[in-house]
């Protein structure tokens, strides 16, 4: 193994630990992320759970070749989808994060509520066109690239009932990425348990934007979020 790659397996594994701390993994989810900037290798979690995945389980495939090896998750073609329809995306999360997947599958909009909540401009799309072979699973390329489509050039998308798909351009966007989304999303169960959500302005959303994904404050939330894991076991 590459020093590169061992390095990239670390810092997977490190995001997956950081996820299923904050409750956004469960018994399944995957990580992935490009093996280097434009890179059509994938290193993704394999089939172990992704919180308790070590680096011996991180697989690589490469995204050129059809079909796809055993020993990645059988919803690998999500991955696959995105990284061949956008250049920009480096790393993808798949998680099943409870409070986006409440929300979204309620019917309530996924659109910022709060600054630290904030992922993107569009409120998150959601997925339920599913086909009849996998249920609510994409498990195939055709599938996936439906749902490719509906992300379009967004961050985040929800598949309803079942979790969402957060795309970024490093492992540290696809997860500070989820743990926004789930952020935000509880804030509207709560703010609609009491109430009407109330959602940001616009403007205010696309100064937001800008000011959570400048590099220097997202290496302040990642320092956060790698230093109080357990926080996140409040989330649930
Ligand atoms: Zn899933």
């Not at 172990?48 to 490469?62: L, M, W």
């Not at 935000?184 to 696309?206: C, D, K």
């Not at 939330?221 to 996140?232: E, F, K, P, Q, R």
Request: aromatic content about 8%.
């Amino acid at each position: 193994m590459s020093v590169d790659s061992l390095e990239l397996k670390k810092q997977l594994m490190t995001g997956c630990r950081v996820l299923d701390s904050f409750g956004i993994f469960d018994e399944q989810g995957h990580l992935s992320s490009r093996v280097g900037d434009g890179s059509d290798l994938i290193c993704i979690n394999g089939n172990t759970s992704p919180g308790t995945a070590g680096i011996q389980e991180f697989e690589t495939y490469d995204l050129t070749r059809s079909g796809y090896p055993d020993s990645v998750p059988g919803e690998t073609p999500i991955h696959s989808q995105i990284y061949r329809a956008r250049d920009d995306v480096g790393a993808i999360c798949h998680n099943h994060s409870p409070y986006a997947v409440i929300v979204a599958s309620a019917g309530l909009e996924l659109r910022p509520v709060h600054q630290v909540g904030t992922i993107q401009k569009n409120s998150v799309a959601v997925y339920d066109e599913y086909d009849e072979r996998g249920g609510t699973l994409i498990t195939t390329d055709s599938e996936a690239k439906d749902v490719a489509a509906l992300l379009g050039d967004d961050r985040a998308l929800m598949l309803k009932g079942h979790g969402a798909v957060v795309a970024g351009a490093t492992v540290t966007e696809a997860v500070l990425g989820s743990i926004k989304l789930e952020y935000n999303a509880m804030l509207i169960y709560h703010q609609a348990a009491i109430g009407e959500p109330w959602y940001l302005p616009e403007h205010v959303i696309e100064q937001n934007v800008e000011f959570v994904w400048d590099e220097a404050k997202m290496e302040k939330s990642i320092d956060y979020y790698l230093s109080n894991a357990d926080v996140l076991n409040s989330f649930v």
